[in-house]
C-alpha cells in the first residue's frame, strides 16, 4: 500500500511502515498511529477532527504525544519540510568532468537487444590517435573539477587496445602538466579480456565494468557471436581471471534483464556464486514489440523478484557476505547535493560522448543522433554547442510528472535518452523506466531502514 503527495511518501514494505519526507531527504520509520496521523495530515485535517477520527483507536495520551513528534520533526525540518528554491543557472554551471569515448564501433558480438547502431551507419568505424588526444586536451583544458574521468566504449573498446593504452599515457602525462587528475572506465564484454590486457588494466588501476547477463542459457541467448553461438564460457573464464589479478577490486559486473529471465534474482545469485559481488543488473530498454521487451503485464512478477533480492540482499548483509547492488547503494546523509541529485547523470554538461569522427554529444546513448550534436573537436575553432546539452539536461526539470513526483530528488530525472528513443521527446517520462525506478527506490529506502533497525 501507498500514499503520498508531491512532498511526503509513505508506503509499507515488509513489516515496516515507512514515511520519506522529499524536500528533506529524510526517512521515518512509524507505528500505526503515525501512519494513520501523517494519512491524515496530508489529507489537510486540523487537529481537532484529527483526533476526533482517531479517539476510538488510540488513547488521547498517545495521540497527543504523536502529534507532537510530528510537530518537531517538522519544527527541524524533517516532515513536512519546505519546498526548496532552485536557482536554474546552477544547472549549467558546472564544468565539464567526464568524457565516454566510442574508441570504436566495431564489435565481435551481436547482441540482441544492443541500442547501439549497426556498424555499416558508421564512418569512421574506429577512432584514431589525434581524435582521442584532442578529446583529452578538451576535456583537461575546460574549467572545472580537478578530477577528470574518461570512459572507453563502444562497439567493444578492447579491440581498440592499442589506442586506449596510448590514450592513458597520453591523458595522464597532460593532467600531471595541468595540475589534474584522471581516472579511466571501460566498459567490455570480456572476450578479448586476455592476461596482457588484464595486466595493464590491473596496473593502471582502472575501473573495469564487464557485461555478464547471468546464468549460461541467459547470457547466450542474448550475447551471442556473429556467427549465433553463444559467448558465456569466454567472459566468465576471462572476467574470473581477470578479477583475480586485482583482488576483486574496482569493478562492476553489469547485466541486463529481459522477459527472457523475469527470474533475475537466479542470476545475481549466479554472480555470487562465481565469486562476484560488485553488481548491476538493468530493465532492458528497447521497442516494445520485441519478444523479450518488458511487459507492463509483467510487473508483478518483477516485483516479486526485486522482493527475492532485497531478501538476498539483506541476508547476505546480516551473515557477513555483503554484496554491492547499484540500485541499493543509497545513502540520504551523505550522498549528492541537490543540484547533483536533479541532474542525474550530468549528461549534456558534466557527461559528454565522442565519437570515433570527433563529433561530441550528450552522452553514449545519442552518439550519432545529429539532432544533438555539440560540436566536432577536429573543427577549426571549435565550438561547443551548450545549448544542445542543457536541453537534455534541464528535461526532466521541465516534465510536470517529475516536478510532481515523490522520487525526483532520488532518481535524477531518469535516462533523457531512455525517455527520448522510448517516447520520440525528452519532455515525456518513459512510463515502465519511471515504475521500474520507483519500484527499486522503495526497496532502496526499506534496507536503509532495515540496516539502521539491525
Not at 147 to 157: K, L, V
Not at 370 to 399: Q, Y
Amino acid at each position: 500500500m501507498t500514499e503520498q503527495s508531491k512532498d511526503i511518501h509513505l508506503f509499507k514494505y515488509k513489516n515496516m511502515k515507512l514515511v520519506y519526507d522529499v524536500n528533506s531527504g529524510s526517512l521515518h520509520q512509524v507505528d500505526d498511529l503515525g501512519w494513520e496521523l501523517i494519512t491524515l495530515l496530508l489529507k489537510g485535517l486540523e487537529k481537532q477532527e484529527i483526533v476526533s477520527r482517531l479517539k476510538n483507536s488510540y488513547t488521547p495520551q498517545d495521540i497527543e504525544s504523536a502529534l507532537l513528534q510530528v510537530a518537531e520533526l517538522q519544527k527541524n525540518k524533517l516532515l513536512f519540510s519546505p519546498q526548496h528554491t532552485l536557482r536554474d543557472n546552477v544547472f549549467s554551471s558546472r564544468g565539464v568532468k567526464s568524457l565516454c569515448l566510442f574508441v570504436t564501433h566495431g564489435c565481435n558480438l551481436s547482441c540482441r537487444y544492443c541500442f547501439a547502431r549497426k556498424e555499416g551507419n558508421f564512418r569512421p568505424l574506429h577512432m584514431a590517435s589525434d581524435v582521442a588526444q584532442k578529446a583529452v586536451d578538451f576535456l583537461l583544458g575546460v574549467d572545472g573539477p580537478r578530477f577528470r574521468e574518461i570512459d572507453f566504449f563502444g562497439g567493444e573498446p578492447l579491440l581498440q587496445f592499442p589506442l586506449i593504452k596510448e590514450t592513458v599515457e597520453y591523458a595522464k602525462d597532460r593532467a600531471l602538466s595541468l595540475g589534474r587528475e584522471v581516472t579511466f572506465t571501460v566498459t567490455t564484454n570480456a572476450l578479448l579480456l586476455d592476461d596482457k590486457v588484464a595486466d595493464f588494466l590491473a596496473r593502471e588501476n582502472i575501473n573495469v565494468i564487464i557485461s555478464i547477463d547471468g546464468r549460461p542459457q541467459v547470457h547466450d541467448l542474448m550475447r551471442i557471436r556473429p556467427n549465433g553461438k553463444g559467448s558465456y564460457e569466454t567472459t566468465v573464464h576471462n572476467a574470473k581471471n581477470f578479477l583475480i589479478k586485482r583482488k576483486f577490486d574496482n569493478y562492476y559486473i553489469r547485466g541486463t534483464y529481459t522477459r527472457e529471465n523475469l527470474d533475475f534474482c537466479q542470476d545475481l545469485q549466479h554472480f555470487l556464486d562465481l565469486g562476484f559481488t560488485s553488481l548491476s543488473l538493468e530493465p532492458v530498454a528497447t521497442d516494445a514489440k520485441e519478444t523479450y521487451a518488458l511487459q507492463e503485464e509483467d510487473l508483478p512478477r518483477i516485483e516479486e523478484e526485486y522482493d527475492r533480492v532485497v531478501d538476498l540482499y539483506l541476508e547476505r548483509k546480516l551473515s557477513g557476505r555483503p554484496f554491492v547492488f547499484y540500485h541499493f547503494e543509497m545513502d540520504l546523509e551523505k550522498g549528492p547535493c541537490l543540484y547533483k541529485r536533479l541532474s542525474g547523470c550530468g549528461a549534456g554538461t558534466e557527461y559528454l560522448a565522442v565519437s570515433p569522427g570527433g563529433d561530441l554529444f550528450p552522452c553514449h546513448h545519442f552518439v550519432g543522433e545529429k539532432d544533438f550534436l555539440m560540436g566536432n573537436l577536429l573543427e577549426e575553432p571549435f565550438k561547443l554547442h551548450n545549448d544542445v546539452g542543457e536541453t537534455v539536461s534541464r528535461a526532466a526539470r521541465e516534465r510536470t510528472e517529475c516536478n510532481l513526483c515523490w522520487a525526483r530528488y532520488l532518481c535524477g530525472g531518469g535516462c533523457s535518452a531512455n525517455s527520448f528513443f522510448m517516447t520520440g521527446s525528452l519532455k515525456k517520462n518513459n512510463r515502465m523506466a519511471c515504475i521500474l525506478q520507483k519500484m527499486r527506490l522503495e526497496r532502496a529506502l526499506f534496507i536503509q531502514a532495515a540496516s539502521a533497525e539491525a
